[in-house]
């Protein structure tokens, strides 16, 4: 019920490729999907987010696509660099968890972007 | 403006022992919410305090407590050590304590259980 499925796990991408990520959740009551940035040895960094009153948002190189009857949501980065190369946390919060801010995060996917 | 500050940056324990992690708040914020990141997971909510209450608590057991002052700074204290948590304590501070407030991430602390 509380969980965040993401995949896939790990990503290899070509500089200037598409990298995709897909995550996928069970309870309705979830009203915010943020994605997060983490570098190794640093917190995760707010990245984009979305709300299920859209159906996509977009900033700048990075697009978050949301089909709220199929309760999945998916983080999209266009002309990917060796920059990107990250591991990226989808999650999601609302109210059914302990409280109503607190994020279910995924599992993450460590993407690997090559020159 | 700052952002959310922690500290210690790394602290080694030994099983039984207690310990205490810091964090500062980002400027504006009332909410501070702990995540205990194992290596290789995603981050898993242990609780938030808000306006110096506890606000919501995941699934970890008393041992975990925490508290809040009223420049909205906040502790978390973990007792009894037990090898399992070793991790990175991540703190968020957020300006409210609702799914309609963005977490801002500290740099974490990374603690480790011999």
């Known amino acids: 019920q509380q969980q965040v499925k993401q995949s896939p796990q790990s990503l290899i991408v070509q500089k200037g490729g598409i990298s995709i990520i897909n995550c996928a959740y069970e309870?309705?009551?979830?009203?915010?999907f943020p994605w997060y940035q983490q570098f190794p040895g640093k917190g995760p960094a707010l990245l984009i987010a979305i709300r299920p009153d859209v159906s996509e948002k977009k900033e700048g190189r990075f697009t978050i696509s949301f089909n709220k009857s199929a309760k999945q949501f998916s983080l999209h980065i266009m002309d990917s660099q060796p920059g990107d190369s990250a591991t990226y946390f989808c999650a999601a919060s609302g109210w059914g968890g302990g409280s109503q801010g607190n994020l279910i995060f995924g599992k993450g996917t460590k993407l690997s972007v090559k020159p | 403006e700052t952002g959310v500050t922690q500290s210690p940056t790394h602290l080694i324990k030994t099983r039984g022992q207690q310990v205490t992690l810091r964090c500062s708040s980002q400027?504006?914020?009332?909410?501070v919410s702990w995540y205990q990141q194992a290596l290789g997971q995603g981050p898993q909510f242990i609780f938030q305090y808000y306006r110096e209450e506890e606000n919501g608590r995941g699934n970890f057991p008393p041992r975990f407590s925490g508290l809040q002052f009223p420049n909205y700074s906040s502790e978390l204290n973990v007792n009894a050590l037990e090898l399992d948590d070793s991790a990175l304590y991540l703190c968020?501070?957020?300006?409210?304590?609702?799914?309609?407030?963005?977490?801002?991430f500290g740099p974490g602390t990374r603690l480790t259980v011999l």
């Open positions: 309870n309705t009551a979830f009203d915010y």
């Open positions: 400027s504006g914020h009332n909410t």
């Open positions: 968020a501070s957020s300006p409210g304590p609702t799914s309609y407030n963005e977490q801002f």
